[in-house]
């Protein structure tokens, strides 16, 4: 967005809320992540491939801690609901903080993100 002089607003505010957004978990994809953890995904080894397969230019920064552990025994498909309220807005960077929840306990904590304004 762009006001009267020229000059570009941002579109956020802080305090503004995301629709949550909810993640099913398999063990096939937990047996991904595991795989992927250990740098033998090429998203993880070579910045090029990550931003083909539509890692996000305007992500400075992010960072989260797991807290619980997300269960997810064989045979069965578990939830994860994310939700993110702007904290910060500059004319720069936008920060987000993020919670993400499991069974309705937070398995996240900490978790931030810093976009492109």
Same mark, same amino acid.
């Given at each position: 967005?762009?006001?009267? %002089?020229?000059?570009?607003? =941002?579109?956020?505010?802080?305090?503004?809320? /995301?629709?949550?957004? @909810?993640?099913? *978990?398999?063990?096939?994809?937990?047996?991904?992540?595991?795989?992927?953890?250990?740098?033998?995904?090429?998203?993880?080894?070579?910045?090029?491939?990550?931003?083909? $397969? %539509?890692? @996000?230019?305007?992500?400075?920064?992010? =960072?989260?801690? /797991?807290?619980?552990? $997300?269960?997810?025994?064989? %045979?069965?498909?578990?939830? $994860?609901?994310? @939700?993110?309220?702007?904290?910060? *807005?500059?004319?720069?960077?936008?920060?987000?903080?993020?919670?993400?929840?499991?069974?309705?306990?937070?398995?996240? %904590?900490?978790?931030?993100?810093? /976009?492109?304004?």
């Amino acid at each position: 967005m762009v006001n009267a %002089g020229g000059a570009r607003m =941002s579109t956020f505010t802080v305090g503004q809320e /995301f629709e949550p957004k @909810s993640y099913r *978990v398999t063990r096939e994809l937990l047996v991904a992540y595991a795989n992927a953890s250990g740098d033998q995904n090429p998203i993880h080894q070579n910045e090029e491939f990550a931003k083909s $397969v %539509g890692s @996000s230019a305007a992500i400075r920064d992010f =960072s989260a801690r /797991f807290t619980k552990p $997300v269960v997810v025994p064989a %045979g069965v498909t578990v939830e $994860v609901l994310f @939700s993110a309220k702007v904290s910060e *807005v500059t004319d720069a960077t936008v920060k987000l903080d993020i919670t993400a929840t499991c069974n309705g306990e937070k398995v996240l %904590g900490m978790t931030k993100a810093l /976009f492109r304004n």
